[in-house]
């Protein structure tokens, strides 16, 4: 629900307006919104409680925004933490902005790094092994709208509001039996494909022979006649009903099906970078908070790094030393001491500049020796 202010009476409203629309020009309507409120929110609060305050040079950090930031604080019922740190953010924003467009460098000084406070660490939150399965069979016995779409949810990693704007034609083929698909665009505002499988494909057609059942279908895969909002609020009761019937106690909710397809990726080998396109991030920080390693997960990677160590390189045979040969196998061989010697080397280095330039180097040395492994084997 939009949060609505009203409009200010101090004269410095319409500069508030401006520089909350410069700084959201490229930013949805959500966000240029909220930017509006935040000023108003901040102006009316001047009205109140400083009506002598009638200019920018009058601003002061104390008492002006600390009376402000206590106003929060202590506002009923209580602001999340986020919230509070996005009105001071933007306010924040749009001062600096006034700063420099009006020429009042003070406006820059008075909030400061520490007034916003900082998130809080946000933990992975996969299902269960016991849970994913129950679920999953329940979803797959129902068979109806909802519980395809949250088996899409399950398997693709997308968030709600991106399965709620999907179109019937989300599938592309990217190769011979291959499939992905696009994802519009979303929260970032940016657009992904997503690969995957045949059960994925037949969820999809599942979803497109029930819209076609329904008489209210618009241009979505899922058709929503009274509204986006509802329809997510729709999936999400779905979902605490299905969990409930198969026994389950804990709340679920959609978004831990993101959780647990990133957890499930992860395991499946697949690397970082590649699963922040999947999950559709831009940042390796929100990545990681997706993603649970367990200590299963811990003890297998350490039983593989036993079997097949990658950062250890064995110690080369003398007689590759003392007679290397004018072919590929001797030049296997050489390369192979190399790395052996630059690698002892590298590790009695503190760390700096010089033991960066070796680590490049060995990089190098890596794919040389791999090239030549692949001409020895052709």
């Known amino acids: 629900?939009?949060?609505?202010?009203?409009?200010?009476?101090?004269?410095?409203?319409?500069?508030?307006?401006?520089?909350?629309?410069?700084?959201?020009?490229?930013?949805?309507?959500?966000?240029?919104?909220?930017?509006q409120c935040t000023g108003r929110h901040f102006l009316n609060y001047l009205?109140?409680?400083?009506?002598?305050?009638?200019?920018?040079?009058?601003?002061?950090?104390?008492?002006?925004?600390?009376?402000?930031?206590?106003?929060?604080?202590?506002?009923?019922?209580?602001?999340?933490?986020?919230?509070?740190?996005?009105?001071?953010?933007?306010?924040?924003?749009?001062?600096?902005?006034?700063?420099?467009?009006?020429?009042?460098?003070?406006?820059?000084?008075?909030?400061?790094?520490?007034?916003?406070?900082?998130?809080?660490?946000?933990?992975?939150?996969?299902?269960?092994?016991?849970?994913?399965?129950l679920i999953q069979q329940e979803l797959l016995r129902r068979d109806d709208r909802n519980s395809n779409a949250l088996l899409l949810l399950r398997h693709t990693g997308m968030r709600i509001g991106e399965c709620l704007?999907?179109?019937?034609?989300?599938?592309?083929r990217i190769g011979q039996d291959q499939w992905a698909i696009h994802v519009p665009l979303g929260k970032l505002r940016t657009e992904r494909l997503v690969p995957v499988d045949s059960f994925v494909c037949r969820i999809v057609d599942r979803l497109r022979s029930l819209r076609c059942q329904d008489r209210d279908a618009d241009t979505f895969l899922l058709s929503r006649p009274h509204g986006r909002m509802t329809l997510g609020s729709q999936l999400r009761i779905a979902l605490h009903q299905?969990?409930?019937?198969?026994?389950?106690?804990?709340?679920?909710?959609?978004?831990?099906?993101?959780h647990s397809f990133g957890t499930e990726m992860l395991r499946a080998g697949v690397s970082l970078p590649v699963l922040m396109k999947l999950l559709g991030h831009k940042s390796p920080n929100m990545t990681m908070r997706y993603l649970e390693v367990s200590l299963l997960?811990?003890?297998?990677?350490?039983?593989?790094?036993?079997?097949?160590?990658?950062?250890?390189?064995?110690?080369?045979?003398?007689?590759?030393?003392?007679?290397?040969?004018?072919?590929?196998?001797g030049l296997l061989g050489s390369l192979h001491i190399a790395q052996h010697v630059l690698e002892m080397y590298r590790r009695n280095l503190p760390a700096g500049v010089a033991r960066r330039l070796l680590d490049r180097l060995a990089n190098r040395l890596t794919k040389i020796a791999s090239e030549a492994r692949k001409l020895h084997q052709s």
Request: with cysteine; proline share 12%; hydrophobic share 35%.
């Open 1 to 35: 629900m939009r949060q609505r202010f009203p409009p200010p009476r101090n004269p410095m409203a319409a500069l508030f307006r401006r520089a909350a629309e410069s700084l959201t020009t490229s930013l949805t309507t959500d966000s240029a919104h909220y930017y």
């Open 242 to 258: 299905i969990a409930a019937a198969v026994g389950i106690k804990t709340r679920i909710v959609p978004h831990q099906f993101r």
């Open 165 to 172: 704007d999907l179109p019937p034609d989300c599938l592309r």
């Open 47 to 133: 009205d109140a409680q400083h009506p002598r305050v009638r200019s920018l040079e009058q601003l002061r950090r104390d008492p002006h925004i600390l009376d402000w930031l206590t106003r929060l604080r202590s506002h009923q019922p209580p602001l999340a933490k986020q919230t509070y740190a996005h009105y001071v953010i933007r306010l924040r924003r749009i001062l600096e902005e006034l700063a420099w467009t009006k020429g009042v460098p003070l406006l820059t000084r008075l909030i400061r790094s520490d007034d916003i406070p900082s998130p809080d660490r946000c933990l992975p939150r996969p299902l269960t092994a016991e849970q994913d399965q």
């Open 297 to 329: 997960d811990v003890q297998h990677e350490f039983e593989l790094a036993r079997q097949q160590p990658r950062h250890l390189l064995p110690t080369p045979s003398t007689s590759s030393v003392t007679s290397p040969t004018p072919d590929l196998s």
